[in-house]
Nanobody, 127 residues
Framework: QLQLVESGGGLVQSGGSLRLSCAAS????????IGWFRQAPGKEREGVLC????????YYADSVKGRFTISKDNAKNTVYLQMNSLKPEDTAVYYC????????????????????WGQGTQVTVSS
């Protein structure tokens, strides 16, 4: 069974840090692009960051540049989202998603492109 499981969310004060994990099971991340998305109450789901099969990253949310980074550990079949200098406007449910791709350098910030989704993890940043 193909599955993505996010973890690491929680409540943090403004300026704090969190590291989200996205663990894949039932398939190898070697063949997939992984994207992080978030959805705040009353807002549409937005692409945040994406990591290509060969480890390159693409930012889709300008507001997180310089604060968020994405990485992956192929041995653990896990992708991470390191979030620093968190702001209240980062409060949202964060989702990871996987996209099967034949290209090593491809990324997408469009939710409709992704094939598998995790259940989401809540991140709340207090002011």
């Amino acid at each position: 069974q193909l599955q993505l499981v996010e973890s690491g969310g929680g409540l943090v004060q403004s300026g704090g840090s969190l590291r989200l994990s996205c663990a894949a099971s039932g398939f190898s991340l070697d063949y997939y692009v992984i994207g992080w998305f978030r959805q705040a109450p009353g807002k549409e789901r937005e692409g945040v960051l994406c990591i290509t099969r060969n480890g390159g990253d693409t930012y889709y949310a300008d507001s997180v540049k310089g604060r968020f980074t994405i990485s992956k550990d192929n041995a653990k079949n896990t992708v991470y989202l390191q979030m620093n200098s968190l702001k209240p406007e980062d409060t949202a449910v964060y989702y990871c998603a996987a996209l099967l791709s034949g290209r090593y350098d491809y990324c997408s910030g469009a939710a409709r492109d992704y094939h598998y989704w995790g259940q989401g993890t809540q991140v709340t940043v207090s002011s």
